[in-house]
């Protein structure tokens, strides 16, 4: 009888296990994709357009551009057009969510930003109409900017032709009559250039090794598919971000959505050294560990998929991790606390977010160890991180969305970085 209880105690747990598994293996499902969409956010710290065509005006009949556009990212280039760089162009962007345009040619230098905010996560119906010497701007059907005496009749124009670029910019960004970040994290679809069935000359690639989807579902977060991490310079963070004193402590926080895996989440590290702090998944468990014996280690929720709170925080006596307000801590030994203020307070500090890279200023993607799933509202010390504003990012991570409810996290064959 001793025998038997012990084979169903072990069946117990393996059935545990086997459900346990069989729940996080469903976070690895491959996101629907967007079919005919076109993924603005190619590339990181390249002001260049993802996609590039050129129309002949002469066979211009409407000066009418219409598209659908979805985001969360609150500034970015969403198209430019021109017909001379240097006389007459025109940029449609966002800025704090709410659309902007900027106007450069022989009639005026003008720059307007209002209407409503449309990085909401959604479609948008946009529109943009030369009639005249107006530019009008259109939303879901209704007209947002009218803009008068600032251009004339494009086809009139006597140029032979006009480009039109997605995703960036055609000049130099110093050009721009007010600077913008022209990284924009946003999808196209269902475009209309000036009425002509133009195609793109390069770079718009639907489908494909290294191009970056556009997801059928999003929700805002960080998408790390597992490939690449984003880092901080310490010392480019806000000065009130900084631990004073030895009674100071470091607090992160963030909301993380992933399923089972061995990846680091966060690392901090002085340039070209192992880290004094980290946040990793080990398999099923989220552990945190501060110098080479301080190490806190709890089970990942078994809705992790879903999203998990986690706090992490660093005193001068111990360590502390807390998921979804489950709170475990580990005393420290003061040398390491001290070790950290010291990486904290110096120049060459770094922060690593969604893995740890090998030696080097820009860190190169490697196979194994990088964090794969999303990450949300991330934290230090109070203060909200923009991977927009990051020193480095990998190309392979979406700054400002995550695949929606239904598939948060991708296959490990996602597309690999080619440089953030």
Known sequence: MPGLFARLLLLLLGAARGSRGAQQDQCSQSPANEAGALNLGQRWGDPSPTATMTIDLRKVTSATSTFEFRTFDPEGVIFYGDTNPRTDWFVLGLRQGKPEIQIHNTVTNISVSGGQRINDGQWHEVMVKNEGDSVVLGLDGDDLLTLRQVSYAIIDNPSAEVRIAVGGVLIPGNDLLVPINTAMDGCLRQWNWLNTSSTWHEGATLEGEGIKACFANIQRGSFFPGHGLASFLLSGLPTGLSLADESGSLAVEMQLSAGRQVGTVLAISPLEQGPVLS????????????????????????TGCQGVDVLLRVTSAQLTLRLNGHETSEAIQKTDFEALRHVWLSKDGRLFIGGFPGQGESPQPQEEGFFRGCLREIRVQGHQLDLDMAHYRSHTIWAHSCPGKENINPASNSSSDNSN
């Not at 501060?290 to 929720?301: E, F, M, S």
């Open 279 to 302: 946040l990793r998944l080990q398999d099923t468990d989220v552990v945190a560990q501060l110098g080479d014996k301080a190490v806190v280690q709890t089970p990942l929720p078994m």
